[in-house]
C-alpha cells in the first residue's frame, strides 16, 4: 500500500514539473495580452467616426477620403477575432491587413486634413488629434505586450523538457504578428499638425 502512494506521489510530482501548468498559465497570458490589442484598435475605431464628421465640417468635398477612412473601419469591424480565434495564422494575417488599411486610410485624412488651417485650429479636431496619438501609443504597447506573451508561451511549448508534454497534450505554438504585417500596422497614421503628415513617423 505504502508503494502505490509512492508511486502516486512519484507521478504527481513528475506532472508539476512538466509544464503543462506553466503553458496553460502563459497561453492565458497571450489571450489576455490580445484582448487588450483588439481593445486598442477598438478604442481607434469608435473615435473615427467623430474625427470624420468633424473633418467633413470644413471639407466635405474631400468625400473619397472620407469614403475610404469609413469603409476601412466598416472592414475592420467586420472581422471579428478574439482571443480563441487569434490561433489561426491565416485570420490575425486577415485582421492585421484590415488594421493597416484602416492606419492608411487614417493617414490620408489626416494629410488632407493638413490643407485645412481653419480644421487645425478647431478645439473638437485638437482633442480628436490628442486622443488619436494616445491610442496609437496604446496600441503599439498593447502589441508589444503580446507578442511577449506570445514568445513565452512559444518557448515553453518548444524546448524540452516542455515539449514533450505540449505534444503529448496536443499543445502547439501560437502565430505572432510576423515581420510582413507587423511593419504594415506598426505604420501609425501621423497626428502631428504642426508639419506635413506621412503615414509611420
Known amino acids: 500500500m505504502l ?33 487588450e490589442v483588439v481593445n486598442q484598435y477598438q478604442r481607434r475605431a469608435d473615435l ?3 474625427l470624420v464628421n468633424t473633418v467633413k465640417g470644413y471639407a466635405s468635398h474631400e468625400k473619397d477620403v472620407l469614403t475610404q477612412v ?17 490561433t489561426d495564422p491565416q485570420k490575425l494575417n486577415d485582421y492585421a491587413a484590415a488594421q ?11 494629410v488632407v486634413s493638413e490643407n485645412y488651417p481653419q480644421l487645425k485650429a478647431d478645439g473638437a ?10 491610442t496609437e501609443n496604446r496600441i503599439a504597447l498593447a502589441r508589444k505586450r503580446y507578442i511577449d506573451a506570445i ?33 504594415a500596422i506598426a ?4 497626428v502631428s499638425f504642426g508639419q506635413p503628415a506621412s503615414a509611420g513617423q
Open 48 to 50: 473615427i467616426p467623430n
Open 151 to 183: 514568445q513565452s508561451y512559444n518557448s515553453t511549448v518548444r524546448t524540452f523538457p516542455g515539449n514533450l508534454t505540449a505534444m503529448a497534450f496536443g499543445l502547439k505554438t501560437r502565430p505572432n504578428f510576423t515581420v510582413e504585417n507587423e511593419k
Open 125 to 134: 479636431f485638437r482633442d480628436l488629434q490628442a486622443q488619436l496619438e494616445g
Open 187 to 190: 505604420a501609425a497614421p501621423t
Open 70 to 86: 469609413t469603409a476601412a473601419r466598416s472592414r475592420v469591424g467586420s472581422i471579428q477575432l478574439d482571443a480563441s480565434t487569434a
Open 3 to 35: 508503494k502505490k502512494w509512492l508511486i502516486i506521489l512519484l507521478l504527481l510530482s513528475g506532472l508539476t514539473g512538466c509544464g503543462y501548468n506553466t503553458m496553460q498559465t502563459q497561453d492565458e497570458a497571450a489571450n489576455a495580452a490580445w484582448s
Open 100 to 110: 493597416q488599411q484602416l492606419g492608411s486610410a487614417l493617414s490620408r485624412l489626416l
